[in-house]
């Protein structure tokens, strides 16, 4: 189900498309709805396969409605018909004399009260040692109109604390890290204390894994869609993925289990999975195109909630290790040299990659890097190369980022970016690749990361919002990780800091996708607490949407346009507060 703010109309259009994803013109479709008003309730598709643009108009108050739509198609004699999801493994049907036959899809609205999360978490004490005992105190809030159901945040605590308590008691799991918080009403708030003793035996270095993504080539948390292109290793996807003329696991030796793996919605239109079976939880969409060595199976998947998570703390954990080395920028190339012969950990400025034309990596044989990457969008291209280590030590963790675009280049690394959409186009990463979302027609070469990455003795621990519902309503999650940090020092005393880790500027992102139809998302962050207005403009300066007018509290948002309703061209979208204005360009093309 898809959620818009209350009273709002909804506009849609319907797609029609044959088993071979291609669109379908002149099909007649005929709408009705549940509730509310439909402007056109009889539409035929263009040569595009795509109806006009409809307006769903709801009555005062309404919550919910569900559209349908019925398409009706005649199909010609000879048309054969096979099992979706075993194309080739099933007896084949052909028809004989031509008839019509429909197809009908329900989709339900709904019109909610956004809600909107804000987490901090503190300490009780400034300065401790060897034995004491701490209590942290975390809190969720809910700014927004509407209440959240379902909310869970992730603190895993440092091993250099021992976990005693936590209250209330019951919602805390100190194996897991995550807090049941249940329900959060708008203007509510949520509190969970969590009493620690500081154990400085524990502080040998900790070593980290990537956890559920270790086996696989790509590692999606959320969505994938790749047009053309392959994967030569395992590609998991938590949610939805869109692959065609696409090849997954080709470098990998036979009988290698699942190969593809896709927590809820798979479509594939055409290509093969080498070396292993396809894995889907809940729905796939398929041809006789698409082939699964060792076949297409609906079954239970692995637990993506819980690699997001680990994941998450684990880029956070890798962006608090000591800097061993410095950077240095020449002529456009960016040099980082390192000495270690264990470990080197660089810290690279996002405006660096993105202005140079080549990156180079110079470390002792066999030492492992972790390149961490700050800032919250990078574009990257141009040379890359490893020299005296492996390629398979090395690690990029872009643990800020939100958008990563990677484009005419060959990454020999493996690549962390939990939080980020990689944007990639074209070009190879050679390399495993874990990242929210991706989109383009980049390859990804089989090169699994093979580097040891110690902790050292500062280690911090931070407190995120994971989940939250609100109905089926997808709302502004305002999660700026909140933390504490415990530098552990066991000869002498040990500090404890407090703070929320917020943006450090007021800034406005490239929508993606862009180009866009219809729909795109805009990012943005705000530093300080202040009124926020976001307006989409056409290029003779007409108002088209205001996307969000209203105060906000510092933190990154995300907002989606629909723009079912507008016609193909360029559009200006600006922010502005009563200290800044951005202003940015996307393209429409329908």
Request: glycine share 8%.
């Amino acid at each position: 189900a898809q959620s818009f703010a209350i009273g709002s109309p909804v506009t849609f259009t319907v797609k029609a498309f044959n088993d071979q994803g291609l669109a379908m013109p002149n099909v007649q479709i005929t709408l009705s709805v549940t509730q509310g008003t439909l402007s056109q309730t009889n539409v035929t598709t263009d040569v595009t396969g795509v109806s006009p643009v409809v307006t769903l108009t709801p009555t005062s108050g309404q919550t919910t409605a569900t559209i349908t739509a019925t398409g009706v198609v005649g199909i010609p004699s000879g048309t054969k018909y096979y099992h979706v999801a075993n194309p080739n493994g099933k007896q084949k049907l052909i028809l004989a004399t031509p008839t019509t036959d429909s197809r009908t899809i329900n989709k339900t609205v709904n019109w909610c009260n956004s809600f909107n999360l804000v987490v901090n978490k503190v300490a009780d004490k400034t300065v401790v040692t060897d034995g004491d005992i701490i209590t942290y105190t975390i809190k969720v809030k809910n700014t927004g109109t509407g209440n959240a159901q379902n909310v869970e945040v992730s603190d895993q605590l440092a091993s250099i604390l021992d976990f005693i308590s936590a209250t209330p008691n019951g919602v805390y799991n100190p194996t897991t890290g995550i807090w049941n918080v249940g329900t959060v009403n708008a203007n509510d708030s949520a509190s969970l204390e969590i009493k620690v003793k500081v154990n400085y035996g524990n502080t040998t270095a900790p070593t980290y894994d990537l956890g559920a993504a270790t086996a696989f080539n790509l590692f999606v948390i959320d969505t994938l869609i790749q047009p053309s292109s392959d994967a030569e290793g395992k590609v998991a996807v938590g949610g939805y993925a869109d692959l065609r003329n696409y090849s997954v696991g080709d470098k990998l030796p036979a009988n290698s289990g699942d190969v593809l793996v896709v927590g809820n919605h798979l479509t594939f239109f055409s290509g093969r999975v080498y070396n292993g079976r396809t894995t889907y939880e809940n729905f796939i969409t398929s041809t006789t195109q698409f082939t699964s060595d060792e076949g297409i199976f609906q079954d239970t998947v692995l637990d993506f909630s819980g690699a997001e998570n680990h994941l998450l703390n684990l880029s956070n954990q890798l962006s608090n290790l000591a800097e061993t080395d410095t950077v240095g920028f020449e002529w456009g190339n960016v040099q980082l040299t390192g000495t270690n012969p264990v470990q080197n950990v660089f810290f690279v400025e996002d405006s660096l990659i993105s202005k140079a034309n080549n990156f180079t990596i110079d470390v002792p044989n066999n030492s492992t890097v972790i390149v961490n990457v700050k800032g919250n969008s990078i574009t990257w291209k141009g040379g890359f190369s490893v020299v005296g280590t492996q390629m398979d030590n090395v690690l990029i963790n872009f643990y800020e980022a939100d958008t990563v675009k990677v484009s005419d280049i060959n990454i020999t690394a493996s690549c962390l970016a939990p939080k980020a959409v990689l944007d990639f186009p074209h070009g190879l990463i050679t390399g495993q690749v874990m990242v929210r979302c991706m989109f383009g027609a980049g390859q990804f070469n089989l090169s699994p990361f093979n580097g040891t990455v110690n902790g050292d003795t500062t280690i911090a621990n931070f407190a995120s919002i994971i989940s939250a519902t609100q109905l089926s309503m997808p709302s502004i999650v305002d999660v700026p990780v909140s933390m504490a940090r415990v530098n552990a020092n066991p000869t002498g005393t040990t500090g404890v800091e407090n703070g929320t880790v917020a943006p450090k500027e007021f800034n406005l992102l490239q929508n993606y996708p862009n180009p866009f139809n219809p729909s795109t998302t805009i990012q943005f962050t705000v530093a300080t607490q202040e009124a926020v207005k976001l307006v989409v403009y056409n290029l003779i300066g007409q108002e088209v949407k205001t996307l969000v007018n209203n105060v906000l509290a510092p933190g990154k948002y995300s907002i989606s346009f629909n723009a079912s309703e507008l016609t193909s061209g360029v559009y200006i979208y600006r922010i502005s507060s009563p200290s800044n204005t951005i202003t940015k360009k996307m393209t429409l093309l329908k």
